[in-house]
């Protein structure tokens, strides 16, 4: 199946994508985060692609495999402390990257930056006075592009 970049237009194969192991180790990485998350990521691994190159699916696939646990366990270590990183937190942080982005110097190496911003991040005071109002949102439904993905991914586990 041919599939279109909406970002540059370079047309692929989602078959050889999932074919490709670190290729398709990125999209099962990537498929973990969704929503605002998720895409706040897509931008934030922009800051990590060289200058005159493509990022390759092996970086792209260390990057997201780095920062996936540390998502899933909504918590942060740096410099010997650990924080509390909750969604909010790392989209926050990835936020004030790309707004900040061109005083930064790219590429860049590590996620350093990005945990020094989440160390000093504060929820928002609404939120901490209000926890009993706090209502659980929805599970978010998969976008038409993940389920293609993932009906994707099924056919070719079947092959």
Not at 49 to 55: C, E, H, K, V, Y
Not at 62 to 89: F, H, M, N, S, W
Not at 122 to 129: I, L, M, N, R, T
Request: charge should be positive.
């Amino acid at each position: 199946m041919k599939t279109k970049c909406p970002c540059c237009g370079a047309i692929n194969s989602l078959d050889a994508l999932i074919a490709n192991e670190k290729a398709s180790e990125a999209l099962a990485t990537a498929l973990a985060f969704n929503g605002e998350l998720g895409r706040a990521l897509v931008g934030y691994l922009g800051l990590f692609r060289p200058a005159n190159s493509s990022l390759s699916f092996d970086r792209v696939a260390t990057l997201l495999g780095q920062l996936l646990p540390c998502v899933q366990a909504q918590q942060i270590q740096r410099d010997g402390k650990t924080y509390a990183a909750p969604a909010e937190a790392w989209i926050y942080g990835i936020n004030t990257m790309l707004a900040t982005r061109h005083n930064l110097k790219l590429p860049m190496k590590n996620h350093g930056y990005l945990f020094e911003i989440i160390s000093r991040w504060q929820p928002a005071q609404s939120a901490v006075e209000n926890t009993s109002v706090l209502v659980p949102a929805a599970p978010a439904k998969p976008s038409r592009a993940i389920s293609t993905i993932n009906a994707a991914q099924q056919w070719v586990d079947q092959q």
